[in-house]
């Protein structure tokens, strides 16, 4: 499975934002992904989640504010981001985990879950 990121860029707050990430490699959609995130010095985490049977979970700092969805049939992951702060600021990456679970597993699971990553693509909120 091969991931490929766009969307990315630099924004101000209280701006929106929709990051996709291409699928390719499998014909089978029956697997989790989300996207995580991770600024320098810090650990990759877990924003939003999309189960194998279509449950999302989201991060507390983003619940309400993030939306992430799949289209099984473009074959692509989405990240809508709303109302967003200095501190969603950071290189999102697309991950896919190979397990039919819910998506709140792959939030709790995190980074060790994951099986393949997407190159990345930086959001810079600043005013």
């Known amino acids: 499975v091969h991931l490929a990121e766009s969307g990315g860029g630099s924004v101000q707050p209280g701006d929106s934002l929709t990051l996709s990430c291409a699928i390719s490699?499998?014909?089978?959609?029956?697997?989790?992904m989300g996207w995580f995130r991770q600024v320098p010095g810090k650990q990759r985490e877990a924003v939003a989640t999309?189960?194998?049977?279509?449950?999302?979970a989201y991060d507390g700092s983003v619940e309400g504010r993030f939306t992430i969805s799949r289209d099984n049939v473009k074959n692509t992951l989405y990240l809508q981001m709303n109302s967003l702060k200095f501190e969603d600021s950071a290189m999102y990456y697309c991950?896919?985990?190979?397990?039919?679970?819910?998506?709140?597993?792959?939030?709790?699971?995190?980074?060790?879950?994951?099986?393949?990553w997407g190159q990345g693509t930086p959001v810079t909120v600043s005013s």
């Open positions: 991950a896919a985990a190979f397990a039919r679970l819910k998506g709140l597993w792959l939030l709790r699971a995190g980074q060790d879950a994951v099986d393949t």
């Open positions: 999309i189960g194998s049977d279509g449950t999302t």
């Open positions: 490699g499998s014909a089978d959609s029956q697997f989790c």
